[in-house]
């Protein structure tokens, strides 16, 4: 059984940087696109960035120029390098792959205080 966990949320100003982690269990990680996801209060959950097992990335409109995922295929690691962070990116951010099964870890919560 797969599994991923989260880490590297806090609290931080607006301007200021975060680095997130997701580390994979139980899945062959190499093949796999990762993803992230958040969840704001109110709000649906919406797809920030993903990266293919090639490297392609890709990333939601309001996070462009800001936010990098990129992955350490020996570590089983995906990350997510966020840069000039708003009060908008607060939000649950969630790991996701798709291996035979849907896989989400248990979040990580980010606060970007004004």
């Known amino acids: 059984q797969g599994q991923l966990v989260e880490s590297g949320g806090g609290l931080v100003q607006a301007g200021g940087s975060l680095r997130l982690s997701c580390t994979t269990s139980?899945?062959?990680?190499?093949?796999?696109?990762m993803a992230w996801y958040r969840r704001a209060p109110g709000r649906q959950r919406e797809l920030v960035a993903s990266?293919?097992?090639?490297?392609?990335?890709n990333y939601a409109d309001s996070v462009k120029g800001r936010f990098k995922i990129s992955r350490d295929n020996a570590k089983n690691t995906v990350y997510l390098q966020m840069n000039s962070v708003k009060p908008e990116d607060t939000a649950v951010y969630y790991c996701y792959t798709f291996s035979l099964y849907n896989y989400w870890g248990q979040g990580t919560q980010v606060t970007v205080s004004s």
């Open positions: 990266i293919t097992s090639g490297g392609s990335t």
């Open positions: 139980g899945i062959i990680f190499n093949i796999n696109t």
